[in-house]
């Protein structure tokens, strides 16, 4: 089945100690979405990739990268978490960037100790 | 400032009754609207879409109706199971090169 995956699902990490989350999409999507999602809010988008575009959302802390090495893989990279990271990190892919349907993994839970 | 606004955290409605969802928004260009749902430890799944030049959407139990000019949309789901019990986000989005905007969510339970 054609699927958006994350893993890990759950990481634990020490305030500061870099840390990267991955997603591997088997969907051929050109557009891949890194959202943080903290507990009743909304997912936050962090920033996509158009093919090999990166788009950053203004407020993202510059503690965030991303790196999307194919059109299959797509990696978070947070340099030095704080425990306000601490949050699901949901990846994202669609067809298009007209915003419309959009395919999510199951998430990767980052704990920051 | 939130474009998509869900101000019911929580909503409880027994099986088989009908369960409404509600999304208001204040961007008027925002032109795609769709409804994800969320079960536990797993990521949003589609739900239903509509599009700004609709008004109601139909697929199965759910209904998504939208109210242009109240700038507001509804999830209809009737009727109404426990395997429904999930989060529901509201979403949108505008023409171009523009990501989704998403609400905080909804917190459905259906009791049996």
């Known amino acids: 089945d054609a699927m958006v995956i994350q893993n890990p699902r759950y990481q634990v990490t020490q305030f500061g100690k870099p840390v990267t989350l991955s997603c591997s999409q088997t969907?051929?999507?050109?557009?891949m979405y890194w959202y943080q999602q903290k507990s009743s809010q909304a997912p936050k988008l962090l920033f996509h990739y158009y093919d090999k575009d990166f788009n950053n959302e203004a407020d993202t802390p510059d503690n965030f990268q991303s790196r999307r090495p194919n059109t299959s893989f797509c990696f978070l990279d947070i340099r030095s978490p704080g425990l306000g990271d601490a949050a699901m990190y949901l990846c994202?892919?669609?067809?298009?960037?007209?915003?419309?349907?959009?395919?999510f993994g199951p998430g990767t839970r980052l704990t920051v100790l | 400032d939130q474009q998509v606004k869900q101000n019911s955290p929580s909503l409880s409605v027994q099986e088989g009754r009908i369960s409404i969802l509600n999304c208001d928004y204040t961007n008027s260009m925002f032109d795609y609207f769709l409804w994800y749902k969320k079960y536990p430890a797993e990521g949003p799944t589609f739900l239903i879409s509509?599009?700004?030049?609709?008004d109601k959407n139909e697929d199965g139990r759910f209904t998504v109706f939208l109210n242009k000019s109240a700038k507001h949309l509804s999830l209809h789901i009737v009727p109404s199971q426990p395997g429904d019990s999930a989060v529901y986000f509201c979403?949108?989005?505008?023409?171009?090169?523009?990501?989704?905007?998403f609400g905080k969510g909804t917190r459905l339970s259906v009791i049996a």
């Open positions: 969907l051929n999507h050109n557009v």
């Open positions: 994202a892919t669609s067809r298009d960037s007209q915003g419309n349907e959009q395919f």
């Open positions: 979403a949108a989005s505008s023409p171009g090169n523009t990501p989704l905007v």
């Open positions: 509509i599009s700004s030049i609709k």
